[in-house]
């Protein structure tokens, strides 16, 4: 009989979780503001698909993209454009401070993908003379930490506001080839900071 009860109390525990589980998703513009001065600030934007174990616990699959532009230097890239896309999962725990607003601490962790552009014109500027060069980041973890508010607009659309601060870092290697030879010579690029600030702006929407 006790075991009954035991099974009986667990499903019910189950369902009733199974029944306030909520699958969300959002979308949002994002700012970022690199913290390494060889990286300028951009727009990007972002996505997320999520379940919301209760009013105040999610679990998020969580996806944001940015272009940053790079000033040249001997110790990182030349001049160009950086790109970051950040992959993550991320866990979310929300503190109501009204019925419509609720602030949130989030943190995810990942894989970050990376890929560098030449700039246009420093690209032919070395063609005209001899040369073809490469430069790339390696993909790598990624984390983050951040804080937000979301504001109850309908009972299946929220607005959310985040600030977040992520850490990315890698290395990456370059290739220089002259044209009319054939050789090439390579090198890494080492200890490559892509860490930044992201501000985030956007809706959460229900969608089960």
């Known amino acids: 009989m006790k075991r009954t009860l035991s099974a009986l109390s667990l499903a019910l525990i189950l ?15 994002v700012y970022a503001i690199p913290t390494n001065k060889l990286y300028g600030s951009t727009l990007g934007f972002g996505g997320a698909i999520g379940l919301e174990l209760s009013p105040a616990a999610s679990l998020e699959l969580s996806i944001r993209n940015w272009s940053v532009p790079v000033t040249g ?3 990182g890239f030349s001049l160009g454009k950086l790109s970051v896309l950040p992959l993550e999962l991320v866990f979310r725990y929300r503190l109501p401070l009204s019925p419509n607003f609720k602030l949130y601490g989030d943190a995810g962790v990942g894989y970050a993908f990376h890929s560098f552009t030449f700039d246009e014109k420093l690209f032919i500027d070395w063609t005209a003379v001899g040369f073809t060069i490469t430069e790339n980041a390696d993909n790598g973890l990624a984390a983050h930490l951040g804080l937000g508010l979301e504001f109850v607009l309908t009972p299946t659309v929220d607005v959310d506001f985040g600030v ?16 009319a030879s054939g050789e090439t010579q390579t090198g890494t690029i080492k200890d490559l900071d892509f860490d930044a600030f992201t501000f985030s702006l956007g809706f959460k929407i229900s969608i089960f």
Do not use: M, P, V
Request: aromatic share 12%.
């Open 15 to 29: 369902t009733t979780g199974a029944a306030q589980a909520k699958i969300y998703l959002g979308l949002n513009g």
């Open 164 to 179: 977040r601060y992520h850490f990315l870092r890698t290395q990456g290697a370059w290739t220089i080839a002259d044209i």
């Open 73 to 75: 230097s001997t110790e």
